[in-house]
């Protein structure tokens, strides 16, 4: 069984530039999360994705979007970097929507991102 | 606001002793909640979840004990291992929208095993 992979593991961009980070969810989950994990602090929450659609929404702005496909694999994409996106973005899929049995969810690696 | 607190920062026990890390909370709607190690350059791996309406799960030599009444929840790690030393996250699980759940995470503690 594969876990959940991200690439790349490591990027470097400058303020004002685009990014797309991906992610592909282990094996039979079609639910994916995305967190964003400053330095010193705990994974925060972005999004969720559930048959390619939005579905919960952290307290992050617009120019933070994704994506979904149809063999469940995901994407992060952020416009116009700012200096605080520097962070560990990681990726967490399960299998199903609700939240029966305890939400576990299984992360990738993450990747890191410096914004300078 | 930090919904979910672990205040200590860092915590050092000797090996074969017992290692005890706590969480505080304030939502009274998280229906789960999760413990997460992590590695350096790994993603959070999981450890151990409880039930809101337990006060008790054990899994091997990890125990966690949840009080409602105080809003506090404790990882025990006995005996505790050098390989158990990293970063310890506390998460809680809460519905919301009728389907999205999340984990809302504490900032860790750093556990470090000296053999």
């Known amino acids: 069984e594969t876990g959940v992979t991200q690439s790349p593991t490591h990027l470097i961009k400058t303020r004002g530039q685009q990014v797309t980070l991906r992610c592909s969810s282990q094996?039979?989950?079609?639910?994916v999360s995305w967190y964003q994990q400053a330095l010193g602090q705990g994974p925060q929450f972005i999004f969720q994705y559930y048959r390619e659609e939005e579905n919960g929404r952290g307290n992050f702005p617009p120019r933070f979007s994704g994506l979904q496909f149809p063999n469940y694999s995901s994407e992060l994409n952020v416009n116009a970097l700012e200096l605080d996106d520097s962070a560990l973005y990681l990726c967490?899929?399960?299998?199903?929507?609700?939240?029966?049995?305890?939400?576990?969810?299984?992360f990738g690696a993450g990747t890191r991102l410096s914004v300078l | 606001d930090q919904q979910v607190k672990q205040n200590s920062p860092s915590l050092s026990v000797q090996e074969g002793r017992i290692s005890i890390l706590n969480c505080d909370y304030t939502n009274s709607m998280f229906d789960y909640f999760l413990w997460y190690k992590k590695y350096p350059a790994e993603g959070p791996t999981f450890l151990i979840s409880i039930s809101s309406i337990k006060d008790k799960n054990e899994d091997g030599r990890f125990t966690v004990f949840l009080n409602k009444s105080a809003k506090h929840l404790s990882l025990h790690i006995v005996p505790s291992q050098p390989g158990d030393s990293a970063v310890y996250f506390c998460?809680?699980?809460?519905?919301?929208?009728?389907?999205?759940?999340?984990?809302?995470f504490g900032t860790g503690t750093l556990l470090a095993v000296q053999p």
């Open positions: 967490a899929s399960r299998p199903g929507r609700a939240s029966g049995g305890g939400n576990i969810q299984y």
């Open positions: 094996s039979g989950h079609n639910t």
């Open positions: 998460a809680a699980s809460v519905v919301y929208g009728g389907a999205t759940n999340k984990l809302i």
